[in-house]
């Protein structure tokens, strides 16, 4: 059996489902309408009249926030974008995942990019992906939004833990933001013991709610 599968959601976008986890990448009730609301919506737009910032994303996976980032920043916003991923999708996988994008050259840039080394997507938009594990990282910058991206406290609670939450305030400007799609109890009560000020929000199709923390 395969690892990863393709599979359509009900926007029509595509999710990969990883068969080892049993679950995923994105919501099954649309991939690219549940990024765009929980971490573009709720996360980039709130940021938009920041000339320069850095994005910090846990759990890279199929690059949908990545290229949606670049897509909805103002043309002339510096972002500089660490992506930590500790099992890439293999390259045959994202060749068949463009191809149901509109932007396919501009994701397969992306998607391309070598890994754990900076590179200029565009005179604007540094991109760093990390082939590493978060409970283990070691952290080079400070960042203004994080996209939590992981699988759910459930299948991976290792990584939703107080420990990587502390580590990821400590590396926060003040006045940052942490999103994520999650919304259970015990994520909410470890970021706020990790520091941050938690916020429940409306969440994406079939969810009811999402989560935001700040670091004041």
Not at 124 to 141: A, D, G, P, Q, V
Not at 142 to 166: C, G, H, M, R
């Amino acid at each position: 059996m395969k690892r990863f599968e393709i599979q359509t959601t009900e926007d029509g976008s595509l999710t990969i489902y990883d068969t080892l986890f049993n679950e995923t990448f994105h919501s099954k009730y649309g991939a690219r309408s549940e990024s765009e609301y929980v971490f573009i919506e709720q996360g980039l737009k709130k940021f938009l009249d920041v000339p320069e910032i850095n994005i910090l994303e846990i759990g890279f996976g199929t690059g949908m926030n990545t290229l949606l980032t670049l897509l909805n920043k103002p043309i002339e916003q510096k972002i500089y974008y660490e992506a930590i991923e500790l099992f890439p999708l293999q390259q045959e996988l994202v060749e068949l995942y463009s191809e149901s994008l509109p932007e396919k050259e501009l994701y397969l840039k992306l998607m391309k990019a070598k890994w754990d080394e900076e590179q200029a997507i565009t005179p604007n938009f540094i991109l760093f992906k990390r082939n590493e594990n978060i409970t283990k990282l070691t952290y080079n910058k400070n960042f203004n939004l994080i996209y939590f991206d992981a699988f759910s406290p459930k299948t991976q609670p290792e990584l939703w833990s107080v420990e990587v939450f502390e580590q990821i305030y400590k590396h926060s400007h003040p006045g940052s933001a942490i999103v994520t799609y999650a919304s259970s109890g015990v994520v909410k009560q470890n970021l706020r013991n990790a520091g941050f000020i938690v916020e429940r929000l409306p969440g994406p199709p079939h969810k009811h709610h999402m989560v935001r923390g700040y670091k004041i």
